[in-house]
Structure formats: C-alpha cells, structure tokens
C-alpha cells in the first residue's frame, strides 16, 4: 500500500495544536540571563556620543558591549559590508548600537535605554532613482573596502549594491521599426512577512565554542554569520534548531544569534537570551524589497511583440545580506512565459538609508510578474484583441530557448495549466456574466526549484521505526512533517507515524541549504529516499541468511522483508535489525542530493549570480473581484490556480501551501505596505497598522495539481511552496483593472486609489 499522494497527519501536529511544541521563543537553559540591543532611532547619522557608564551601573546587570567590544570583523552573506555594531555612522532605523546582558529582560531592556547617545543626524537615502544619480549621498562611502565572502567580484560602485544587464543585438533597431511601442511603470511597496514568532536567540559560550539555540530557516547559514561576525572558524559554532512559528524567507539569515553568542561570552559562559519586540521585528526584519519596474514593448502590425526592454530598480537597503544573488531573477522574468524577441534587461540592485531588504516569498518574482502580466494586458487593450487569446498566441511551447540560452523542454505544461482554468472557470462565460464593478484577472508564470545541497541519515531502529537525521527545518510547510516522512515511509514500507525526524544540529547532521525555494520536499526528500535506498539494501544483505535466500530475491515492504511472491516467508524490521545489531552492526544509510544547475550561455549578461532556473514548474492564475464604489474596497470573490507539482507526495500540504501563498499574494495586492518616511523610518510599526488580510479577506482557493513526475525528484516531485505567491497580485491588478476600467500599476492597490480612479 502507497503513501504517496494520501492524506496523512503531520508528525508535528499534536505537539502544535496541544501546545507541547517548543518553538525557539519558548527555549530556555538553567541559570540563564537575557539580554536587549540599543537600537539607532534615525536612519542616517554620525554618532556624537555612546556613554555606557550608567547602564553598567544598573541593577542587575552583568555586561554592556558596543563596537568597541566586539571583534574588527565584516560579515554578509553574499558581500562583507556589515558591522555587528555602528562604529561611527548609523546607516538604518534599528540598527544595533550597544548590547546589554541583565538578570531579568526588564532590567536589560532598561539598562538599553539608559545608554547615553547622541546622534548628528545626517540626510537620508531613500529615493531610488536619486540614490543613483550622482548628486546622491552615498550610503557607505568605504564601498570599495567590501569584499565578497566567496567567489569573484560583481559590477557595483556607490550606491549601486548590484548590477545585471543583459543587451543582446537587434533590440534598438526592432523599437526604431515597430508598429506602435508601448510602455509602463510598476511600483512595489515592502511587504513583511508577518510570522507570528518573533526573532529569538539563546547563546552559550562554554569550553572554547559558541552554541546557538534558534528557531530558523537555515542552521548552517546561523553558523557561518556568526564564525565571521565573531572572526572565529565555523567550527566554532554550534547551531540548534527549534520550532519555527513561521519565517517565510525572514529567518534565512542571522539576526540575534551573534548577539547572544557575543553577550555569553562577556558574561563567561552563562546562556543569553535575546527576544525581539514586535515593533523591533517589523521594523529590522529584512522585508520583500519596494521596486521600481519600467517594461516597454514593441509591437509589429500582426500584435508580435518584436523586442522588449526592462528595467528594474530594487532597493537593498543598507546591507546586502543575499541580495545581490536576486539581481539576477529579472532577466528570466522579463518575458514572462510569452515569446518576444530581443530583450534588454537593466537590473539594478541599490544601497539606501533603510532596514536591509531580504528574501520573501517568491522573492523578486512577485513585482516582476505584476509587471509583465500588467504590461500584456495593456499591450491587448491597445491592439483591441482579447487578453486571454493574446496570452495563448504567445504562449512558450517545448523546446522554449530563454534569454540565458536555458531550453524548456516541458514548455508545454503552461497550456494544460490554462486549459485546467478554462475547464472550470469558462473564459467567455465570465466576460458574458460580468456585472459593473466586477473584473477578472488572468496570468501565468514560470519558476524554479532551488538546488542547493541536502543531506539526510536514516537510521533503523531495533523496533522497526527509523529515525531521520538532517539539517532540514520545517517552518510551517510541512516538507519535512508530512513530505519527507512520507517518503521515507514509503521506501522502507513502514507507517508514517513510524518515521521520526530530529531537529537540526550542525554538529550532528550534515549541511543543508535550508528551507527556501521549495526545495525541502525534492532534495532532502531525494536525499532521504537514497539513504533509505540504503537501508533497504542493508536489510536484504541481513535477512537472506535468515530467510535462506539471494538478497535481489528479497523486497522490504509493510513492516518486513520478505521473499518474493512466497507468502508467509518474512521477517519483521525490528527481527532483522536486532539482528543486524549483533552481527554486522546497525543500520543505516546515508544521502546526499544536489540539482545541477541546466545548461545556459554565460555570455548572456554581465553580473548574472544566478545563472538558470533548475527544475522548473509552471503556474496558471485567475482571480474574479468585486469593487465597492462607495468604500474603495476590493474584494476577491474567486480565486483559481493550475500548477505543476511534478507529483503530490501530500494533498493537505500541497494545498496548504497553494492556500497560504494565495493568501499571502492578496495581502501583497490589496492590503500590506511598509511605507518609508522622507527620513527612512517605516509608517507602519505594528501589527494592527500593517494591515494583514483577514480569513473573510480570502476566497477558497480552486486549485488544480498539474502532475507530471520528475524523474530525478523522490518519486517525482517538485518544489511546490514559492509558485503559488508570483501571481496573485499580477492577476488581481488585472481584475481591478478590469472591474474600473483604469490601469492600476502600483502595489498594493489601496481603497484611496480605487477611489480616485472612479471618481476621475
């Protein structure tokens, strides 16, 4: 009997819901002490004066450090430009000045505000054209002392923090002959990712070594910021991961972890814990970063768009974390999935006096597919044509050569995917039965998988369950509770509930590349399936003997191993293990999974960090709204999405995420902005002003798997979580646009400007 493709519960549910679960918020050591950070309230200054004197003098307090106490170190993810604490210049609202370790969190947060510091303010970066032109303040005037943290240098200067272009041949010449030339200009707000847990961090210096207690998307990513921000070997530091309650690309990178580890160490060896406030949260959590998105098309007399030219501003914020990598997503987004000819792509990536920005969700893809979704409607209301029948002229087919020079064998899938829509929601039906005030939106999109490397061990237990040791965290997704359980499950022919999964420690499981780009599923479940491979194996070579026959005789499947089509010829798991453990030792296996990189022309474009898409899945949206033209308001009344999974290894935790990145995709479009002051400070600092969608804010989502087995995925998946958040705020726009009857090219689209629209 299969578990693949059956419902089955999560292996983390009971302790969630009956809150026995320890999330890293909750984590806490003996004897431990807490500690807070001083924070920059201005977003640009020289600091004038940092006297400690009187916060050391506070009850209960055991350590007070700044610059001046921590290593003479650099550290980033991608580029070493960031301090742990502002030396001489504070270059962001929130930015850690002094931390402080105290008997009680109340006394340390005190002791925080006690410190004595004067600021100079100094002008803020904050316009993103302005902080290119050369009359701009620059951000970090010692930019060219930056290095990167591994592998050579990318095109930067100034406030410029990354660049990408791409200019093939013909693209001026095809504009200086089209029939007409349509152009457009997107704006994209922040948007924060809103987990409910905030940014946590236990740390311990004992014996020479730093340990981490966190609850985090990527252990070893812990590790590695914390070896360069403390200028010791990676070694050196131990992460533990815990419970996550939510991330969505926040919890990525470090946050309070090197604090604590530094604050431990100053008070010889007790555990600091560093809890951050909401406000603290919001307002230094590297968010969705706002973007400026300029697309213009030339179009021929037949509507064939003949060349294009994109150009992308985004703001990095202060400090780089990965960002620079992301410069590069513009260039396989600029068509979207319509053919086109010659395309200039200018991807800029700038430096501002705000919080760094950082991975979310669908990172750039989400304002780069409103863009080119938005600009193929206009480009249809221009030529009079319809826009679903414009889209499907255009539509990639196999064998798709892209910008990079990478081929899309399996093209096709884009249009099953439109006609899975159509099946269910008729196109003409709903233009026939469009009331006023009522739009439809259609869109569709391409994405990868993210390769980065995973590892897994699975070890046979003397009772016939096994256990999974991995760095692989589980954020709410449910890839590692419900995907790799299953798949584990399914190899050793065990029930789900027989398959434990330990939480992440870099001391004791391999290196993973952390939960991000809906990778969890496909390479630790693939890493996963090879060690239980293994263990398969492992068991046939014990259990021949006993069952007297050949190993390749045997098959391991519900609960034994077993002679081929011999009933009642078998042993149990737990008899063959018990077994294995007094001959030839215990069983286990072990994995290791990486997905290449596909092939591509690394002439097509300088500064490109991420060259290709691997495993690519295919994405098909419709959204039916209605407007309020007394309030404003727009409401989604439905809400379609076709995608291709490769294969479903969980219906529920398939759906969840489509339904999660769904909801999260209206939020994006209608609701959630952090918008930032002349002076660089975020409007928004809670939780009620941030404006989150609500559950009556969010249709049922219609979701239609689209399954074709990928042969290299664990029995053919795909990634599944990021796809589902690209579009909704393309097709949503498209469904206002409709509804109004004006282009709506800003996100999010506020009641304000829904309306101005109809009042105009």
Not at 229 to 251: C, D, E, M, Q, Y
Not at 532 to 540: C, F, G, H, I, S
Not at 556 to 580: H, I, N, Q
């Amino acid at each position: 009997m299969t578990v693949i493709g059956e419902r089955i519960p999560r292996s983390d549910g009971q302790s969630k819901v009956s809150g026995e679960a320890i999330y890293g918020v909750d984590y806490a050591e003996p004897g431990m002490i807490w500690g807070a950070l001083l924070r920059s309230p201005v977003s640009s200054g020289r600091i004038t004066r940092l006297d400690t004197t009187a916060a050391m003098a506070m009850p209960g307090v055991h350590a007070v450090l700044t610059a001046a106490d921590a290593p003479d170190a650099y550290a980033g993810w991608v580029l070493r430009d960031q301090r742990l604490f502002a030396v001489d210049r504070v270059h962001f609202e929130g930015q850690p000045i002094a931390a402080v370790a105290a008997d009680t969190l109340a006394q340390a947060r005190a002791a925080a505000a006690a410190i004595d510091l004067e600021i100079e303010p100094l002008p803020a970066v904050v316009d993103l054209d302005h902080a290119l032109s050369p009359d701009a303040p620059l951000v970090h005037p010692d930019w060219e002392s930056f290095v990167p943290t591994a592998g050579p240098d990318f095109p930067r200067g100034g406030n410029l923090a990354a660049e990408s272009i791409s200019d093939p041949p013909g693209v001026d010449e095809a504009f200086a002959r089209a029939h007409r030339v349509i152009s457009d200009e997107f704006v994209a707000q922040r948007q924060y990712q809103a987990y409910i847990e905030p940014k946590s961090a236990v740390g311990i210096f004992r014996d020479g070594r730093y340990t981490i207690h966190t609850a985090h998307q990527f252990p070893y990513n812990v590790r590695d910021r914390v070896s360069q921000f403390l200028n010791v070997r990676p070694s050196a530091v131990r992460v533990v991961g815990h419970t996550i309650g939510g991330g969505f690309g926040a919890k990525l990178d470090a946050s309070l972890e090197p604090y604590a580890a530094l604050l431990s160490r100053a008070v010889r060896g007790l555990a600091v814990k560093l809890v951050n406030t909401r406000t603290e949260d919001l307002i230094t959590c590297p968010s969705r970063e706002g973007a400026i998105t300029r697309l213009r098309s030339a179009v021929d007399a037949e509507g064939n768009i003949i060349a294009r030219e994109l150009e992308v501003i985004a703001d990095n914020g202060a400090y780089s974390g990965e960002m620079p990598w992301l410069a590069s997503i513009a260039l396989h987004c600029a068509r979207g999935v319509y053919r086109a000819g010659p395309t200039r792509v200018v991807a800029r990536l700038v430096y501002t006096n705000t919080t760094p920005t950082g991975a979310f969700r669908g990172v750039n893809g989400t304002y780069l597919y409103h863009a080119v979704e938005r600009h193929m409607d206009h480009i249809a209301a221009e030529l009079g044509v319809d826009r679903l029948e414009y889209r499907l002229r255009h539509l990639f087919t196999d064998g798709e050569e892209l910008l990079n020079g990478q081929v899309l064998d399996d093209a096709g899938i884009l249009r099953q995917g439109f006609e899975a829509i159509e099946a269910a929601a008729p196109w003409a039906e709903l233009q026939a039965e469009k009331r006023p005030y009522r739009g439809i939106g259609i869109g569709a999109a391409w994405w990868l998988t993210n390769p980065s490397a995973g590892t897994a061990v699975v070890k046979m237990h003397e009772d016939g369950t096994v256990a999974v040791v991995t760095a692989a965290t589980d954020n709410g997704s449910g890839a590692v509770s419900m995907g790799v359980t299953q798949v584990v499950a399914e190899r050793l022919g065990i029930p789900p509930a027989d398959v434990h999964i330990a939480l992440p420690d870099t001391d004791v499981a391999g290196f993973d590349g952390g939960s991000q780009g809906s990778r969890t599923t496909r390479i630790v479940g693939k890493a996963s399936q090879i060690a239980a491979d293994e263990v398969v194996e492992k068991l046939k070579n014990v259990a021949a003997g006993l069952l007297e026959a050949a190993a390749e005789d045997l098959e391991v499947a519900e609960g034994t191993v077993r002679v081929k089509g011999v009933p009642g010829k078998s042993m149990t798991l737990a008899e063959v293990a018990v077994t294995a453990m007094n001959t030839v030792g215990p069983i286990q296996g072990t994995g290791s999974f990486v997905t290449p990189f596909p092939d591509f022309n690394p002439g097509c474009a300088t500064g490109l960090m991420l060259p290709s898409f691997p495993t690519p899945t295919y994405h098909v949206h419709l959204a039916e709204v209605e407007v309020d033209p007394v309030t404003g308001n727009v409401r989604v009344l439905r809400y379609l999405v076709a995608q291709e999974v490769g294969r479903v290894i969980s219906p529920d935790g398939t759906y969840g995420q489509v339904m999660g990145a769904v909801t999260q995709g209206i939020g994006y479009a209608l609701h959630e902005s952090l918008r930032i002051g002349e002076d660089g400070r975020y409007r928004e600092r809670t939780l009620e002003s941030y404006r989150l969608p609500l559950a009556g804010d969010v249709p049922r989502v219609e979701f239609f798997p689209l399954e074709h087995p990928d042969p290299d995925g664990p029995f053919g998946a795909k990634g599944v979580g990021e796809g589902p958040v690209l579009l909704p705020a393309a097709v949503i726009a498209n469904a206002v646009s409709d509804a109004i009857g004006k282009p709506f090219n800003q996100i999010p689209i506020t009641p304000e400007e829904v309306l101005a629209a109809i009042q105009s």
